[in-house]
């Protein structure tokens, strides 16, 4: 009875498509939809409405109420424009920053947008081409606007399209403008409730001019620059695999200083089906295969790689053996906010007033780095927008050194407040050149953190489950997780269960049960246990995804035990695996 009930209301939304003012070629494509014997990829299109979830709205392209398309962004679009005009009234001059990145239809969706906005007498800086995600955050604040959006999926496989949504801070929005936006959104009934004709006189094209005011910002940042000017010659290998990267990253590491930047030709090639590549990710080893193989030929000192909307860093290093490997999120993230927060106190800038961000997930060494540096360690959320939160509740009464989570994002200033890799690359680049200014490579730079903060092995497992059926699945294992905690995860006692969605921490052995201190909910358990270990189940917010984030605790008392270390670490992650049944 159930099916039948989903499959009538898939059917009811689907002919309110054919029956309404949308275009030929939708109509014809729900119709095929409609016809089919098999009604999978109907109910997938139209069995639900694209919502705005950690990283905004994003699904993939095509026909359908739960698809990317003109009609879902300009449903999004409108209900976003009312709700600026309804916060912010009349009297207001209202603007909106519209940036998109290299997938397809990003340009069109970005014009639809800007049309609309403009329809709606708000004014559209739009940006003449492709940008980096940063950039757009960064141009909402310069231009000092009420809102901006930008069109991008990220790393997600090329049928994937997005859209986030930004505040007046610069930062993707939360509390409670998104939820607004969306009671907004969902007040639109028809598609004649959208206003698709635009005001060009309210459009503004922006580009070259932003780009040099953002990079002189970038290149202002610059904590090591006479070890960059004695190692400028550093080879670094770049690619943008297809994405926006290639328009700012290697102008903002030339600025830096550096002029041995090789790039990749192929992958410069800007283009949203993402040819040399599966998926465009580059926490995924395929993804830097080819940078990875003209470092070799060149004998590179690093590797560098941002995604579509270059918001994240991808990093390979040489290891003790001159063999080049991935360097995880969570170390990218521990070596720069190691090396941020050691120059801060070598050039005289810590005075116990700066403070740093990780998100929940994130390894907790960064923390412990932080803490016996005097620096205030926060922690928040999946998601950038909660860093960025923390950033203005704290705005003016502490400083900022810089923030990052385990999923590749990292940010180093606050002038933009989403996560930036052209501005981490750039620093991370000096990092390196800091390094080896002071006869360290990387590797070896990571193996002394280690030493001297303690050693921690990471590792994520995805497990994707598709459509309506893989969504009721996701939601029946945190069930499963919840109900059933582990009593020992990798050979240690479970100490403490932490479930944000109640805002609980339990001691399983004891019974004692104290409140986290988190004032919203959030889908996330964690089980920590008695050697420091630490492992985070959550569904993903912007995939169909389930996530397993794991981290293990070791020893290391020397770089000569590190592979030791790393093998005792990998096998407690595929004990702690198995253990969990994934």
């Known amino acids: 009875m159930e099916n039948e009930n989903l499959l009538q209301n898939v059917m009811a939304a689907a002919q309110k498509w054919m029956d309404g003012n949308y275009d030929t070629k939708t109509k014809a494509e729900v119709k095929k939809l409609m016809d089919a014997d098999d009604k999978t990829a109907l109910i997938d299109a139209f069995y639900r409405t694209l919502e705005f979830g950690t990283g905004g709205l994003r699904g993939k392209m095509g026909v359908g109420t739960n698809r990317m398309n003109i009609y879902t962004v300009g449903a999004a679009t409108q209900g976003l424009s009312n709700y600026l005009l309804k916060e912010f009234g009349t009297d207001t001059k209202i603007s909106v920053v519209i940036g998109h990145d290299c997938r397809n239809n990003s340009r069109l969706f970005a014009e639809t947008s800007a049309n609309i906005f403009s329809a709606n007498g708000i004014k ?14 960064f141009a909402i604040r310069e231009l ?9 999926a990220s790393h997600n496989p090329k049928e994937y399209n997005g859209y986030k949504a930004y505040w007046n801070d610069g930062a993707q929005m939360i509390a409670p403008h998104d939820t607004n936006v969306i009671d ?9 409730d959208i206003k698709f004709d635009g005001n060009p006189a309210l459009i503004e094209m922006i580009g070259e001019k932003m780009d040099n005011i953002y990079l002189n910002r970038v290149a202002g940042l610059s904590l090591s620059p006479e070890a ?8 670094i290998v770049y690619t943008p695999i297809h994405g926006t990267g290639v328009k700012l990253i290697p102008a903002a590491l030339r600025r830096f200083g550096f002029t041995n930047i090789i790039n990749i030709p192929e992958q410069d090639v800007v283009s949203g089906d993402f040819p040399t590549v599966k998926s465009p990710n580059p926490e995924e080893p ?4 080819m940078a990875v193989e003209k470092a070799i030929e060149v004998d590179a000192d690093i590797v560098l790689a941002s995604d579509p909307d270059a918001d994240r860093l991808g990093v390979a290093m040489k290891n003790d053996k001159g063999e080049f490997i991935l360097v995880n999120g969570n170390q990218t993230a521990l070596l720069l906010t190691y090396y941020m927060i050691t120059r801060w106190r070598e050039n005289g800038k810590l005075n116990g007033n700066q403070y740093f961000v990780k998100t929940i997930v994130t390894s907790e060494l960064l923390r412990i780095v932080a803490e016996r540096n005097g620096v205030e360690s926060h922690d928040c959320y999946t998601g950038f927008k909660w860093i960025a939160a923390i950033i203005k509740q704290l705005e003016g009464k502490k400083e900022y050194i810089c923030g990052g989570e385990e999923s590749y994002g990292f940010l180093v200033q606050d002038f ?11 620093a991370f680049a000096e990092m390196a050149a800091w390094a080896k200014d002071n006869g360290k490579s990387l590797f070896e730079l990571l193996q002394d953190i280690y030493v001297e903060y ?3 092995k990471e590792k994520m497992i995805s497990i994707v489950r598709e459509g309506k059926q893989g969504a009721d699945e996701i939601v029946e294992m945190m069930h499963q997780f919840r109900n059933n905690p582990p009593k020992s995860l990798g050979g240690s006692t479970v100490i403490a269960v932490k479930d944000y969605e109640s805002l609980k921490s339990t001691n399983p052995n004891t019974g004692e049960v104290s409140k986290l201190p988190f004032e919203i909910t959030s889908d996330v358990l964690q089980y920590i246990t008695e050697d420091g270990s630490k492992v985070s189940v959550r569904p993903s917010g912007t995939e169909p995804k389930i996530k397993f984030y794991m981290e293990v605790k070791g020893l290391l008392a020397n770089r000569s035990e590190y592979d030791k270390a790393n093998a005792d670490a990998d096998a407690k992650v595929v004990a702690i695996a198995k253990e969990l049944g994934i």
């Open 124 to 137: 559209v800086y739009l940006f003449d081409s492709l940008r980096p995600t940063p950039e757009v955050s």
């Open 144 to 152: 000092g606007c009420q809102s901006g959006i930008i069109l991008t």
């Open 184 to 192: 907004e959104v969902n007040k639109i009934s028809s598609i004649n």
């Open 228 to 235: 960059v000017k004695r190692q400028h010659d550093l080879k």
């Open 286 to 289: 395929a993804a830097l295969k």
């Open 416 to 426: 933009v407040r989403d996560k930036d890799a052209v501005s981490a690359c750039a």
């Open 454 to 456: 303690g050693f921690s």
